[in-house]
């Protein structure tokens, strides 16, 4: 079973961007997948999650109306919009699937599968 995140890059503030996070071996429309962040010195810590069925559940107040997540399911794949970006977005993000089809608390043992992080660095 994997994840691939990938999309990540240097960006200066206030520009976007779109990670991706394609799944193999199992079905992104069968659970809810978040998105974490480790930023430079700190704990990963969770982002946002989409559910299955397309609810979201925002873990880190500082992206609502800043990030979004959406997914397709022919595609097998999930994505991460990420506009208006900030210094303190900067960060290795990491796409997971979650056992469950509903978004949970973000805590990290809800989470049965991690990609291997795709780094965001913002530039002031």
């Known amino acids: 079973v994997q994840l691939q995140a990938s999309g990540g890059g240097l960006v200066k503030v206030g520009e976007s961007l779109r990670l991706s996070c394609a799944a193999s071996?199992?079905?992104?429309?069968?659970?809810?997948i978040g998105w974490f962040r480790q930023a430079p010195g700190k704990e990963r810590e969770g982002v946002l999650c989409i559910s299955t069925s397309g609810g979201h559940r925002y873990y880190d107040d500082s992206v609502k109306g800043r990030f979004y997540t959406s997914r397709d399911n022919v595609k097998n794949a999930v994505y991460l919009q990420m506009n208006s970006l900030r210094p303190e977005d900067t960060a290795v993000y990491y796409c997971a699937a979650s056992e469950y089809s509903d978004c949970t608390p973000p805590s990290e043992s809800f989470y049965e599968y991690w990609g291997q992080g795709t780094l965001v660095t913002v530039s002031s």
């Open positions: 071996e199992f079905r992104v429309a069968h659970r809810a």
